[in-house]
Structures are given as C-alpha cells and as structure tokens.
C-alpha cells in the first residue's frame, strides 16, 4: 500500500468523509485585511527563521511541514490557499531558508512550537490561527494549541503523528528523530502536547493518505486508527481520507488540503 511505504521513511526523511459532528456552515465573506507580502528571515525566540505571509482575510493560516521538510513542499496547495484567506509558512531553523539553530542542538515539538509563537508575533500577525501540521508537525501544533488555547481558530492534522508515536508505532519509529543537525527528543514532544490537547469545540479536521478499507498491515491499521483518535480532540472534529495520496497529501492530491482549509476557514468565521 503507497501510504504505508512512504510512512515507513518518515522518521528518516522527514475521499470519504467521516463525520464525527464537524458541521460546515455556510460560506461568510472574509473581512478586510492587510495584503502586505512578510518576506524573509526574522530572529524569534533567539532563532532566526524564515516566514512568508501573503493573502487577504481572517483567520490566518499557518503551515508547518513535517520532518526536515521545507516550505517547498507546499508549492501546489500555496497559492490557492492565499487565494481564499491570508497564510504564513515557515521554516524551522536548519530547514529550508532558515539558517542553522544557534545554541542547544536538541528539539521538541514544545520548542518549534514556541519558536513559531514568538516568529508571528515578530512580524506582526495576530491570532487566532487555523493551524496546518503535516506528519511530524502535527506534534508542534498539537503542542502550540496546549501553549496557546486562545490563539487557536481550527487546526488540520495532515497524516499526522500522534503523541507516543516513538513508543506505539513501528520499530523504525523510536528515533532517535534528526532534522536540520538537530536532535528531536520525542519524549519531550510527547509532554509538550498535554495529554492531547483537548480541544473543546475548535473546528478540527484530520485528513488522513490511504484508504483504511484497504488496510492489511498492523503497521496501516494503527496509522488509521490513532488518526480516528486525533479528530476526536474536538467535538467539533471529522476524519477524512485521500484514498490516491502517499504521505505527501498537499503534492499527491492538493485538492484536498485545498478543500478542508476552505471549511476550516468558513467553520472559524461563523463560529466569530
């Protein structure tokens, strides 16, 4: 099974709807906002990191890729995404634009998240955020969310891992995690997220590579299994699946990243 196989690399390298009570209102015309292109490498949090922001309305969309991955993954879903409401992306330090981590060469998910906190304050965009994590950033907006209740409009987990993932999942999966000549302590990551977080009633989607009824492995009927665990974060939460994806859901099938951002943003705007 595709989603299998480029699962089993994620800790070297970097549909049908499931209803569990999201409700997608009808479409609220986005407020006005600055249409000021943020470009370029910014220190935050004693890092320096580099951010773009573009697009026009509230709430902001913020991306962070997976396991030593880039913004340059992103380039399908980027533009049509800023098409429909304003969106930052950003690259952790030793990734991408951003230069080396200065200091401390251990991470968490806790640290990326705090990091990413104080680089959108740096530039000046304000919350609250529909925050986008894809497989390894999962774990950092999971834990931006447990730092930051209030500052957290909706989040879509894309094929994301799970706290304790370096404990449960495949033998491959204990680590240790690198990226960006940085070692990523899992544990840590695992605390960061707070025993979840509970998310109350924060429009949450998570969407999901691979087809379940097709499942065989172990290791693809755990995947599934602790994804329908994440949506259960929010009341207001649904599971989805991109039955033609690998992984790599925003370049595999962007349509569909595409579409579960443009509910996210409608279900923020009617919820205020």
């Not at 609220?28 to 370029?40: E, M, W, Y």
């Not at 951010?51 to 991955?69: E, K, N, Q, W």
């Not at 640290?111 to 999962?138: D, M, N, Q």
């Not at 409009?153 to 240790?176: E, F, N, T, V």
Request: charged fraction near 15%; include cysteine; proline fraction near 7%.
């Amino acid at each position: 099974m595709i989603a299998r196989l480029t699962r089993a690399a994620l800790a070297a390298l970097a549909a049908p709807l499931i209803c569990l009570g999201f409700v997608v209102p009808p479409a609220v015309a986005a407020p006005t906002d600055s249409t000021t292109l943020i470009q370029g490498v910014f220190t935050a949090a004693g890092q320096p990191q580099w951010i773009s922001c573009a697009g026009s309305g509230r709430p902001t969309v913020v991306i962070s890729s997976g396991l030593a991955a880039s913004h340059t993954m992103w380039s399908k879903v980027l533009k049509p995404l800023r098409a429909i409401t304003r969106v930052c992306i950003s690259d952790r330090p030793g990734l991408g634009s951003s230069p080396a981590r200065i200091g401390v060469k251990t991470t968490d998910a806790g640290t990326h998240a705090a990091e990413l906190r104080a680089l959108l304050t740096t530039v000046g965009e304000k919350g609250p955020f529909i925050l986008i994590g894809h497989s390894y950033a999962g774990l950092i907006v999971r834990a931006f969310a447990a730092q930051a209740p209030t500052e957290v409009a909706g989040m879509l987990l894309l094929d994301a891992c799970w706290p304790g993932i370096h404990r449960d999942y495949l033998p491959s999966y204990k680590g240790p995690w690198h990226e960006g000549g940085t070692t990523v302590d899992m544990g840590a990551s695992e605390r960061a997220d707070a025993g979840g977080p509970d998310l109350g009633s924060t429009p949450l989607i998570v969407l999901v590579a691979g087809d379940p009824a097709k499942a065989t492995s172990q290791g693809d009927k755990a995947w599934f299994a602790h994804q329908e665990e994440a949506a259960r974060l929010s009341r207001n939460g649904s599971l989805r699946f991109a039955t033609r994806s690998g992984h790599v859901i925003q370049r595999d099938q962007p349509s569909q990243v595409i579409s579960a951002v443009r509910d996210l943003v409608a279900a923020a705007r009617a919820q205020g």
